[in-house]
């Protein structure tokens, strides 16, 4: 039986909460459906859907069917289910029926969060990133092979440019002149691939500039 996290709030309208509001509330509606998750999984959720509570719990609604976290997990989280669990939200009432205990399933982790949403692992990212940090002119195969991993793993261009805009734009390790050198770059990739350029190369391209601009001492 599928965990029933979304369906009941498709017809109805909610109004914004503020970031603590929403993870109370998903925690609530994850206990109440006694689905099982790893630690740090509310909080990625609300961060993967921008905040947005309807997109939070469809999310964890897709990652509930996915593993069939519907029972407690040893170092995870979980609850035993009453009969039935009523949550209000201002002038709406949705009913949550509750169904009978079941054996312990795979939890929802932040690995199958990343992949529902479309997001590349950080670990890919960063090993991307340490390998554009040793430059292009005699990196460009290591960068090269990076590139045909991330593209055979199925990741998009534009969440590999969007990954890539969040760890480097963000990083306090590099410098702001050449944040300001990668933006344009990062620019020109969005840029084609809205033009509808060939992914890997583009991303490959886009790699060795960035690579050129982070090896300078």
Not at 2 to 9: E, G, K, L, V
């Amino acid at each position: 039986m599928p965990t029933n996290i979304y369906a009941d709030i498709i017809v109805r309208r909610f109004k914004a909460l503020s970031g603590g509001d929403a993870h109370g509330r998903i925690q609530e509606i994850l206990k109440a459906e006694n689905v099982a998750y790893e630690d740090g999984i509310v909080d990625l959720t609300l961060k993967l859907a921008d905040g947005d509570l309807r997109k939070a719990l469809q999310l964890l609604q897709s990652a509930a069917r996915l593993v069939g976290a519907t029972a407690p997990v040893e170092n995870g989280h979980g609850a035993k289910r009453g009969k039935k669990t009523k949550i209000v939200d201002d002038d709406d009432e949705e009913m949550i029926d509750a169904d009978a205990d079941k054996p312990a399933k795979k939890a929802i982790t932040a690995d199958i969060l990343n992949e529902i949403a479309g997001v590349v692992p950080p670990e890919v990212v960063d090993n991307l990133v340490s390998v554009m940090m040793k430059g292009a002119t005699q990196n460009y195969n290591r960068l090269s092979t990076a590139v045909e991993d991330i593209v055979a793993s199925g990741w998009a261009a534009t969440e590999v440019l969007g990954a890539l805009y969040q760890k480097l734009i963000y990083d306090d390790m590099i410098s702001s002149p050449k944040k300001c050198k990668i933006l344009p770059i990062l620019s020109s990739m969005d840029k084609r691939l809205l033009d509808g350029s060939e992914e890997t190369l583009s991303i490959l391209d886009m790699v060795c500039q960035i690579a050129a601009v982070l090896a300078v001492r």
